[in-house]
């Protein structure tokens, strides 16, 4: 049992893991929590992990719903390895989930929904609230949840049916009373959610939220609580952003610096939905969407709205991106600008459709017909997001090629606190029309980006044809090797142009070392917490995140040299690793990871310990 | 939108020759394209659109290298996918007239998906759908339109497959124009190619087209010199459905199935009389499959009706979003609907 302390705990950070069934609405308890800890404020990183059926059976381990909230007084860079506090609605969650809570931890189980039948579809033969090994390892709090959710609701109108679906706001309004954290901003979501629709629903929603925390007030003030306390962060203003919705507004923000109106299509796709689904909204920045037939159509759609002068956009995971792969290629022929993003999720096929994975890097550098490079770029937390999608508009526009904007599951659905960016700090997007007052060369190059200049229907007297035939410098169809030859070199050429535009890496630790954690995109967080750390406790390791992936940045090589070591996580069998090694011929290890689900820091910190004591 | 502002130059008079480029016309000789082209190329300077808002957006296949000798807008795309170019060219700038040429394999093939959605949405674009029921210019497959039986390279002991007829996809989508013309009547290609631009909705024109050598006189018993006067149903609005020499015969209903009569001695008002701005797809669908053995081909405007377009109900949304909220402004975009500040 762990030991009972008067008073608060102290705790730099903690992780909330909340579970349930998937009906249970444990992302929206999720969602409050957070929102209330970045009031605090707390620095927060949180990760909703959620089923692929939509209501699998009530009870099942199928119909697992978990959200997890990482909050600290230190910088928070992920959702956290193992919680510190799962709450469990039912014994489905429980199983799923128990074996991740750190021993000692606080273990919140909701213990009217442990009925035999229950218990039976979790596998339990008896009811693991009663067994004495998990009360002896885990603090253990047992509630009648349901019960006194319908106990304070005794006067409500509303029918047991919707009494019942109020018991997520208890278990929050108690775990809330844990962590000493405010009340009141949950108070203010379900009035503006309910209350003008359903008064009595946003009533009793409340008022199960209090009963919640008042329980611990009134009768558990023996169990431990904890406070986490202010985090130091920097002054300014904040929203909280998931990592779809970052690259939502990355690519609306390019779209405006470029002075071009932003189409997006988009067929849906988990966990790439969330893009489309945003932009909707931004109708009155001049967006607009398409929800095409399928994969196929949303690039053309998109493809056809640069064609016409605009940016368009187009959003999938995996699966579509191997359908949109011809269009990709008609993009590098035809040279239009074009953004291709790729939230990955587990494959190969269906995969793992709502679990996260970067194994499509290599697709995305090489996965397509004929030499056909394109610039791949990738976001590496969810509101860097932001910054990708707007570098992935401008290399389009300038460099007028597609690009691929690599994002993934855990990124999409993950969200923290994001300082807002004033505008002018973003760059110019410059990609001027060509002149009408000039005769048109088709695909005359800039000198220095070797991009063509777009002429668009409706500019007078420079009418031509484009296609995915071989053509000349003019534009005319050429069939002649050798130029068949230098468009090829001279379409690489302009690709690698873009390296000479990308900013220095940016770098954990020194430039020189005994080990150097080379990650891209979404492992950032889980990386660099670990190397923080590491060097906290005197370790010579460093570390750094590739943002470009296509082409690689120009001071990679030079960094890679001056350590003797070099360890590539990724939650592939090591794409990165095997690209690197190709490049550089350095003998780059590689850590893979292939189960769904984004690094542990304890896994990172695990091998480079290895590493640097060998 | 173009940072260019939009051509307000008064319209030059444009004629035949402005939309020939100097590019090869590479078809094969006695191809029916050349008549479709030249067509095209005459139907052009009269439509009151200055030529660089025109586009022309093509697939793969024979006709698809249309573009190319159109001097004026064009993108080549890829196989069966010229639909889904041409949605977002007419979506990005409604003010461009957008023709989609394309081929029986190319649009109803390949391209089949994306020819029903976008006549199920009624974007105000001209598809142009050369049907030669072969494939050409992978010289002689059997295509979706080949009749059952067509001996190609591919079938050499028949094709199995059912054809697919192109009006009745047309009339399933609900497309809001649907007509057929035929490659050996320039004189009526170029009064559908009109009639289809002027239409205010996608326009569906299947024009029956010979291909020379892999499928030679496949339309000869329906638009040769001998069938035609018999075998040709040449529809016009408010007109009895009259066929064959001196039109001495016509359609009449019998039940719910069409049934020819003798005209010279059919009695007043028996004779159907031509409708297409019919909402109902019934009597389109009737004029859809009439066809060799026991019918004439109808040619011309089968249905033409009004239905908003997909663009502007685009715009409309755009703009009411605008005019709703305002238009978007950078603070609004960057900050969204709920920030906090943490003070310094």
């Given at each position: 049992m762990t030991p009972i302390i008067p008073g608060f705990r102290e705790m730099k950070s903690v992780v909330v893991r909340f579970a349930g069934d998937s009906g249970d609405g444990m992302q929206i308890v999720g969602e409050r929590f957070t929102d209330t800890s970045v009031t605090v404020p707390n620095a927060i990183a949180t990760f909703p992990d959620y089923p692929s059926e939509i209501r699998a059976p009530i009870g099942t381990i199928a119909g697992v719903s978990a959200f997890q909230v990482h909050f600290g007084s230190m910088t928070v860079l992920t959702p956290g390895d193992e919680p510190d506090a799962l709450v469990a609605m039912n014994p489905a969650a429980l199983a799923v989930h128990l074996q991740d809570l750190v021993a000692g931890g606080l273990l919140i189980a909701n213990a009217s929904a442990f009925t035999a039948e229950n218990l039976a579809m979790a596998g339990y033969e008896s009811n693991p609230l009663d067994d004495t090994d998990i009360q002896k390892k885990y603090e253990v709090i047992s509630l009648d949840v349901t019960g006194l959710s319908v106990e304070a609701l005794k006067d409500s109108p509303l029918t047991q049916r919707e009494k019942l679906r109020t018991k997520n706001f208890f278990a929050l309004g108690f775990t809330y009373w844990v962590y000493s954290r405010p009340i009141e901003p949950t108070i203010d979501y379900i009035n503006s959610k309910w209350a003008a629709k359903s008064p009595e629903l946003a009533a009793a929603n409340i008022r199960v939220l209090k009963a919640g925390y008042f329980l611990g007030e009134t009768t558990e003030t023996t169990r431990n609580r904890y406070m986490v306390a202010r985090a130091?962060?920097?002054?300014?203003?904040?929203?909280?952003?998931?990592?779809?919705?970052?690259?939502?507004?990355?690519?609306?923000?390019?779209?405006?610096?470029?002075?071009?109106?932003?189409?997006?299509?988009?067929?849906?796709?988990?966990?790439?939905?969330?893009?489309?689904?945003?932009?909707?909204?931004?109708?009155?920045?001049?967006?607009?969407?398409?929800?095409?037939?399928?994969?196929?159509?949303?690039?053309?759609?998109?493809?056809?709205?640069?064609?016409?002068?605009?940016?368009?956009?187009?959003?999938?995971?995996?699966?579509?991106?191997?359908?949109?792969?011809?269009?990709?290629?008609?993009?590098?022929?035809?040279?239009?600008?074009?953004?291709?993003?790729?939230?990955?999720?587990?494959?190969?096929?269906?995969?793992?459709?709502?679990?996260?994975?970067?194994?499509?890097?290599?697709?995305?550098?090489?996965?397509?017909?004929?030499?056909?490079?394109?610039?791949?770029?990738?976001?590496?937390?969810?509101?860097?997001?932001?910054?990708?999608?707007?570098?992935?508009?401008?290399?389009?526009?300038?460099?007028?090629?597609?690009?691929?904007?690599?994002?993934?599951?855990?990124?999409?659905?993950?969200?923290?606190?994001?300082?807002?960016?004033?505008?002018?700090?973003?760059?110019?997007?410059?990609?001027?029309?060509?002149?009408?007052?000039?005769?048109?060369?088709?695909?005359?190059?800039?000198?220095?980006?070797?991009?063509?200049?777009?002429?668009?229907?409706?500019?007078?007297?420079?009418?031509?044809?484009?296609?995915?035939?071989?053509?000349?410098?003019?534009?005319?169809?050429?069939?002649?090797?050798?130029?068949?030859?230098?468009?090829?070199?001279?379409?690489?050429?302009?690709?690698?142009?873009?390296?000479?535009?990308?900013?220095?890496?940016?770098?954990?630790?020194?430039?020189?070392?005994?080990?150097?954690?080379?990650?891209?995109?979404?492992?950032?967080?889980?990386?660099?917490?670990?190397?923080?750390?590491?060097?906290?406790?005197?370790?010579?390791?460093?570390?750094?995140?590739?943002?470009?992936?296509?082409?690689?940045?120009?001071?990679?090589?030079?960094?890679?040299?001056?350590?003797?070591?070099?360890?590539?996580?990724?939650?592939?069998?090591?794409?990165?690793?095997?690209?690197?090694?190709?490049?550089?011929?350095?003998?780059?290890?590689?850590?893979?990871?292939?189960?769904?689900?984004?690094?542990?820091?304890?896994?990172?910190?695990?091998?480079?310990?290895?590493?640097?004591?060998d | 939108m173009a940072t260019e502002p939009p051509s307000v130059h008064p319209l030059p008079e444009l004629s035949r020759k402005d939309f020939v480029t100097s590019n090869d016309v590479r078809w094969c000789p006695g191809c029916g394209d050349y008549a479709i082209l030249n067509s095209l190329q005459r139907t052009f300077p009269e439509l009151g659109v200055p030529r660089e808002n025109f586009v022309i957006v093509s697939g793969i296949g024979c006709s698809s290298r249309f573009p190319y000798y159109m001097n004026t807008y064009g993108f080549h795309t890829i196989h069966g996918r010229a639909t889904t170019v041409a949605t977002g060219i007419k979506v990005a700038n409604p003010d461009l007239s957008v023709w989609v040429v394309t081929g029986d394999g190319d649009g109803l093939s390949i391209g089949g998906n994306h020819m029903l959605h976008l006549l199920r949405r009624n974007l105000n674009v001209t598809v142009l759908l050369f049907n030669n029921r072969i494939y050409g210019l992978t010289k002689g497959q059997y295509s979706p339109t080949s009749p059952f039986g067509t001996r190609t390279k591919t079938t050499p002991t028949g094709s199995i497959d059912h054809p697919l007829h192109p009006l009745l996809f047309a009339l399933g989508a609900e497309a809001t124009f649907i007509a057929r013309t035929v490659d050996n009547n320039p004189k009526h290609m170029v009064e559908i190619f009109k009639a289809a631009h002027e239409h205010q909705g996608v326009s569906f024109v299947e024009i029956l087209q010979n291909c020379v050598i892999f499928n030679d006189g496949s339309w000869d018993p329906i638009y040769g010199k001998e069938s035609r006067d018999d075998q040709l149903l040449i529809l016009e609005a408010g007109k009895p459905l009259l066929f064959g020499k001196n039109k001495g015969k016509g359609i009449r209903l019998k039940g719910l199935v069409p049934e020819i009569v003798d005209a010279t001695t059919a009695a007043p008002g028996e004779i159907l009389i031509h409708e297409p701005h019919q909402s109902s797809p019934l009597y389109s669908q009737l004029l859809a499959t009439m066809g060799l053995p026991d019918f004439p081909t109808p040619l011309g405007i089968i249905r033409e009706i009004q239905r908003p377009t997909y663009e502007s109900l685009i715009h409309d949304q755009v703009e009411e979003a605008k005019a709703k909220k305002g238009s978007g402004t950078w603070k609004e975009l960057l900050h969204g609907t709920s920030t906090w500040t943490v003070e310094g």
């Open positions: 130091e962060v920097a002054p300014g203003i904040y929203r909280k952003i998931s990592g779809n919705e970052a690259i939502a507004l990355g690519l609306v923000a390019g779209a405006k610096k470029a002075g071009r109106d932003l189409l997006f299509s988009g067929y849906p796709i988990t966990p790439a939905t969330g893009i489309l689904e945003t932009l909707v909204s931004y109708k009155h920045f001049g967006v607009k969407t398409v929800q095409a037939e399928d994969e196929i159509a949303a690039i053309g759609v998109a493809l056809g709205a640069s064609f016409a002068g605009q940016i368009g956009v187009t959003g999938t995971s995996g699966p579509g991106m191997c359908l949109k792969s011809e269009f990709i290629g008609l993009a590098i022929s035809t040279e239009l600008p074009l953004v291709i993003v790729n939230v990955q999720r587990g494959g190969p096929s269906t995969g793992l459709p709502t679990k996260t994975e970067q194994s499509d890097l290599l697709q995305a550098l090489f996965g397509r017909h004929g030499e056909s490079p394109v610039p791949v770029v990738a976001a590496n937390s969810p509101s860097d997001g932001f910054r990708a999608g707007f570098e992935a508009v401008r290399i389009a526009l300038e460099f007028s090629t597609p690009v691929i904007l690599l994002s993934d599951g855990y990124l999409a659905n993950g969200s923290e606190p994001w300082k807002v960016p004033e505008e002018d700090t973003l760059p110019e997007i410059v990609a001027p029309f060509a002149d009408p007052s000039k005769p048109y060369v088709v695909f005359a190059r800039h000198p220095e980006t070797l991009a063509r200049t777009q002429a668009i229907p409706g500019q007078v007297g420079l009418e031509h044809r484009i296609g995915g035939l071989e053509k000349d410098g003019k534009g005319k169809i050429s069939y002649d090797p050798d130029n068949h030859g230098e468009m090829t070199r001279l379409r690489a050429a302009k690709v690698e142009a873009v390296a000479k535009t990308l900013p220095p890496l940016r770098l954990t630790g020194e430039r020189t070392g005994k080990l150097l954690v080379l990650g891209w995109g979404g492992t950032h967080g889980a990386i660099t917490s670990t190397v923080e750390a590491l060097r906290a406790e005197g370790h010579e390791v460093s570390s750094t995140n590739l943002r470009y992936l296509n082409p690689l940045p120009p001071d990679l090589g030079d960094l890679l040299k001056g350590f003797d070591k070099v360890l590539i996580p990724e939650l592939n069998s090591g794409q990165l690793c095997m690209l690197i090694r190709a490049r550089f011929l350095v003998d780059a290890i590689s850590l893979p990871k292939i189960q769904g689900r984004p690094f542990k820091i304890s896994e990172i910190r695990e091998r480079v310990l290895q590493l640097l004591n | -």
